[in-house]
């Protein structure tokens, strides 16, 4: 199977969403109804891919046409209640359950950083949750540090993640 990576384009809305629902809804089961309710809105939320194709660097993973994979890498300067200002950040990491196992999330995930160490950024940053087993090991294969719990989110335990970055590959 061949897979093409891409930068994310604004005509790629509807599939990013699609996959969003996709690749989050593997974890429907770890969540209450209700919290999965909220998630679900969240991601078929029609600002959300629109705002994040326009404020940040958008990396796609594609086969046959299809969106399989997709991550997000946020300039420092657009703080959260999470990220701080001087921190860019990574969101969104996600991969259609049917291409798991095939590195589309670790590839997508360097791609961010690689980006990161392109424009100079010191600090890249993440959160992920208890319930995202493989996304936790790939980030901490990485070298990503848990720095803190964070407040729960859909009734689950989330955490801070960081990366100081140098400007080598990894």
């Not at 090991?137 to 009734?155: D, P, T």
Request: some cysteine; aromatic content about 12%; glycine content about 8%.
């Amino acid at each position: 199977m061949e897979f093409l990576y891409r930068d994310g384009a604004l005509y790629d809305e509807k599939q990013l969403k699609h996959l969003a629902l996709l690749s989050y809804g593997q974890f429907k089961n770890a969540l209450t109804g209700e919290n999965w309710e909220k998630l679900s809105t969240h991601l078929a939320n029609d600002n959300l891919f629109s705002g994040l194709l326009r404020s940040s660097k958008s990396f796609v993973c594609e086969t046959n046409g299809e969106l399989v994979g997709m991550a997000f890498h946020v300039p420092k300067g657009n703080p959260t209640e999470i990220f701080h200002k001087e921190w860019s950040y990574i969101r969104m990491v996600g991969v259609h359950p049917n291409f798991a196992g095939n590195g589309i999330g670790r590839k997508l995930t360097k791609q961010c950083m690689d980006f990161a160490r392109r424009t100079d950024e010191k600090i890249i940053a993440l959160h992920t949750s208890e319930f995202m087993t493989a996304a936790r090991y790939i980030y901490e294969s990485l070298g990503f540090k848990q720095n803190k719990e964070i407040e729960k989110r859909y009734g689950k335990r989330y955490w801070l993640y960081l990366l100081e970055l140098t400007h080598k590959s990894v």
